[in-house]
């Protein structure tokens, strides 16, 4: 059930899911409504006139409105729900937020939900005996903030304040006060972002302060010996008795390295680091949680959680500040993930204030669809198989140096693009076999079934010599050379036939459900470490991606997850967004679906190409 | 600020201040509503109609009231704040609720912060793929109850769910869901209340399905080699780096020692002990919270916390439940503690839906006075030095075997009540003294002002010559002998007049400031280890309570602050009134008050005893 919502002055309009709060809503519009106390009714910055839709008066409300206000539908927008169309109107934006160019081309405003307090307090006397905590508590309430201390506080009150002739900071994490400071450290505020992949970690150290990215790195997930793919590692998690222990422990392992490397190289304290926030498939964050990830791996895949939570650090051994939180985005569904929701939240699918259709399409062995538009959305996960990162491939390799990542074909000629500007390829990565297959499919060497031609066949159709010079077969399997002993076989193309078939009958399935055509499509989105580096074009040629008329609406996004995961680290309202994600997107699980085997058989072929 | 509520059909009001919800003001005025989930909102149970002071409507409301219900002042009574007088319908009442006589002659009603709920979950399917965390939590709010499970709880699902053919109990404390336990195991609860005396600590091992105590048992508090009193304990925290430490340890093993001797005695198993309650003074729960006690020691007496905390037990170290919770009820200031809350709410004084005016005393070293009815409540601490407790007396010793606790002068003849039943005494213990020097005062030996007659000025009284006959002087210091080299001197009385009229001075500023005589005094209560061993009238002789017309009024109530803590561990209401209570009793500082000194001076004197 969704709500439509209008701001004045702006005349603004969104769709809003029952219950989202007009603040809530109007950041999705793009407003957003100043605040200092992250949406929690303590700083009563966020007053609206709701002209229209106005309901409960909560006990936030009547602390900071008057009653002919509140008679007047005068709201704390953060604490106003929505369960109607409304009208508001917004006096308050935040005045020039300081802001960062993040995801797909998002103005995300720098207002992180950890927050840094410097309290210049009262000194005790025998009239004023509050106690260490109520005089803190009094005095964040003034500055607008409500927070429960942790015991360690409660320990360090004493001795801190009065060391510190009652100069203090506070470091506050959402509602939890996590630390006092001796004097002035609000310069200092810092957090993590990782994106936990199943081979790759990335780890970005933000300025909580100012959104810059004090360092980004990746590195290979250290659980890596133990299978390249999710279903390897669940595995090993059921065959061993510390299997769990074991791959958490190498996660861990792993984003400790990328800190400590990172901190020694900024200089940053490692004291200084509040937050992390975490995007990855529910598989490898289950690991990273210590939760048994084996029942996602067997029918009808149920993860232990779905939702966003949020830990102590320190709970799972990463090495930050000791009372720092990490907080994980959730996931749609067993296999589209919170790296998904991360890319939802980068790209601004769904959320757009026009009413167009975007498909989203992280490209990899299980290929994570996302379509429609702020209306309704659904989200769906199809098995593409390892063909895309090289694997089962007779010449496959990853994407690194001397992997041929494109191939264009001119008058005959092939032209290699090979990683790393060495000479001599070693073989083929996932986009370079996107590529060659494409071209392969426009000179028409390759039928629409995915057969390719003998010599004679393409001698017939009047293919240049060049190229059919180039048609070897060996041991009775056709291939195509690209020279330097690199061929790609017939075997290949199929690979390839099976694992674009299985992202375009998911895409199609989403497609039919919405009754959406290909050109209803105002964007295609690509996304992951492979679809980032995939030629738009190629793409449409073999049919990974509807036929759209024009190629310009196929556009790679990068890597969505971290840029999302850096969202939500930098603003609470992005994240407060992101955990309502999966309210409103639909997961389509196709291994229910009878009809899904069908349209895959048909999405096999390759679009027949105009000549 | 407070305002009147009255509760129909009963027709029955109290007073309670501003924000008070109904729900505690009914319980306040001893109606228990209807609840399930601990007044948070979630069981929808506790629906009265607000016929005057209806305010706020809030979402909770929304999610159990009709729109018409609500604007006829409907609400959900915990939801529900004062914020005016008010007249409130209240439908349903806790119907025949499992109760327990505890405190001073008040019946609990059975109703913990730990709640265990039995789930029969429906398995997952294709169709039904909620994550095991949402299907438990679903279920959970189906059963009213909204909980946020602990990382353990995460951790523990999939199997847990499994392994038990998706039927588990659910345990919660207050909002949180600590444990998932195989099977229906609610037969299994249980919570610790802990009353931790500077001297002594007695620990309560009480089931919570109905109230019973399973086991009872006191100890010394392990850090009695640090020094008898508070004083001395927090010396030993500045003087050493490891004070603190060792202190906090000490006061834990005590507890664990208790609490292993009780659960092998009972037989029940340490992971059913989810809670614990803990009361004592602010020094002593300072320490056990690992927490500076220093401020509180010297002026101006700041107490880093006087609020009510809640922390896990395994922070402290204690053996429950790992994830079991210990909360500890507010002090009211720095000298008068959560003992003292704890006593509040066991006498019920305060709260009593009569005007009438209460005394309470808990009489030791450090004598803490409650003074108020219904509408204003004033407390203080009286420093009364250590005659109470034996000390600084020349045959002073504890209240142990062989302590002389009574005395009767009948006929001149001394009768001797003396502890462990011996014949013969090793000496007078608090009691005992302060019935000695009652009888004396009674029979003229010692006079108003304190002072012990000669035996030619006993005798031109008229007073027995049998006792003439034990009055003795060594040293030149004047004695009454009690026979077998038991002797009560001078300087004794002199220390017992400064003991009593510390308390004395004390509880006339506070009569003074609410201007009240000693017959408008209803009820005069004694608590604590000593003063539930007072003779009422021998109190009342030397003028350590008021001079009350009938002594009927003067009563010993126990250990009112064990009592306290086990109603706060049976009842999350009676617990949450006791949170309350510091913002409605007003904390009285005496160093801070001029007219205290002439006060104390005049009250060291004996009152003129009627012939």
């Not at 309290?119 to 006397?125: F, S």
């Not at 769906?380 to 063909?387: I, K, M, N, S, V």
């Not at 500007?421 to 060659?436: A, E, F, T, Y």
């Not at 393409?458 to 291939?479: F, T």
Request: hydrophobic letters at 45%; glycine letters at 10%; one cysteine or more.
């Amino acid at each position: 059930m969704k709500y439509q919502i209008t701001f004045l002055p702006q005349n603004i309009s969104t769709h809003a899911p029952e219950g989202t709060t007009v603040f809530n809503a109007a950041n999705w519009a793009g407003l957003a409504i100043d605040s200092t106390c992250g949406g929690r009714g303590t700083c009563g910055k966020c007053k609206v006139q709701l002209r229209s839709g106005a309901n409960s008066i909560t006990e936030a409300d009547r602390k900071f409105i008057s009653d002919p206000e509140l008679a007047g539908g005068w709201r704390l927008s953060c604490r106003a729900p929505i369960h109607q169309d409304s009208i508001c109107d917004v006096p308050r934006l935040m005045t020039s937020p300081q802001a960062a160019l993040l995801g797909y081309g998002r103005h995300v405003a720098i207002d992180p939900n950890v927050a840094k307090v410097f309290l210049e307090l009262a000194e005790p006397t025998l009239d004023d005996q509050q106690s260490d905590l109520a005089r803190v508590v009094a005095a964040l309430d003034k500055e607008g903030y409500a927070a429960h201390a942790l015991p360690d506080v409660w320990r360090a009150l004493p001795k801190t304040v009065r060391a510190s002739d009652w100069k203090i900071t506070c470091v506050l994490v959402g509602d939890e006060l996590i630390a006092l400071e001796p004097g002035d450290t609000r310069a200092k505020m810092y957090g993590i972002a990782l994106d936990i992949g199943t081979t790759t970690v990335v780890c970005a150290l933000v300025n909580l302060n100012n959104g810059a990215v004090e360092a980004v790195q990746s590195a290979l997930n250290a659980q890596a010996p133990f299978g390249a793919d999710v279903i390897s590692r669940v595995s090993h998690t059921m065959m061993n008795d510390d299997g769990l222990a074991v791959l958490q422990s190498r996660i861990i392992a792993t984003i400790n390295g990328l800190l400590d490397q990172q901190l020694s190289a900024t200089g940053i304290a490692r004291e200084n680091i509040y937050e992390a926030v975490a995007v990855g498939n529910a598989t490898m964050l289950h690991i990273l949680l210590g939760i048994d990830p084996e029942p996602i791996s067997v029918a009808p895949f149920i993860p232990a959680i779905l939702e966003s939570v949020t830990l102590p650090t320190s709970d799972l051994g990463l090495r930050t500040h000791p009372h720092a939180r990490l907080t994980t985005l959730p996931h749609l569904g067993a296999y589209v993930g919170a790296d998904i929701v991360a890319g939802i939240l980068a790209t601004g699918i769904a959320r757009n204030k026009d009413d167009k259709f975007r498909l989203f399409i992280d490209v990899g062995t299980n290929g994570e669809i996302v379509l429609g538009s702020s209306a309704r959305t659904l989200s769906t996960a199809a098995p593409a198989g390892p063909a895309f990162e090289g694997a089962q491939i007779k010449c496959g390799m990853r994407a690194s140096d001397g992997a041929i990542e494109g191939v264009e074909i001119r008058d005959g000629e092939i032209h290699l693009q090979i990683i790393g500007g060495v000479v001599r390829p070693s073989g083929i990565c996932g986009s370079g076999l996107v590529d060659i297959v494409a071209e392969l499919v426009k000179c028409k060497l390759v039928e629409s079934s995915g057969k390719l031609l003998r010599p004679e066949e393409a001698r017939a159709l009047g293919i240049s010599e060049k190229l059919i010079a180039r048609l070897v077969e060996e041991n009775s399997v056709r291939a195509f050379s690209l020279g330097n002993d690199i061929v790609l076989t017939q075997p290949d193309i199929r690979a390839l036939q099976f694992a674009k078939g299985a992202i375009a009958a998911g895409v199609q399935v989403l497609m039919q459900q919405l009754g959406v055509a290909a050109n209803d499509l105002h964007e295609i989105l690509l996304a992951g470490s492979f679809g980032s580096y995939i030629n738009p074009a190629s793409a449409r040629t073999i049919g990974l991606v509807p036929w759209v008329d024009d190629v310009k609406k196929i556009v790679a996004v990068g890597n969505s997850a971290g840029e999302g995961a850096k969202i939500a680290l930098l603003n609470f309202r992005e994240r407060e967004a992101a955990k309502r994600i999966p309210e409103f997107i639909e997961y389509v699980e196709l291994s229910g679906r009878a009809e899904f085997n069908d349209i895959f058989t048909d999405a096999l072929a390759f679009p027949v190409q105009e000549s």
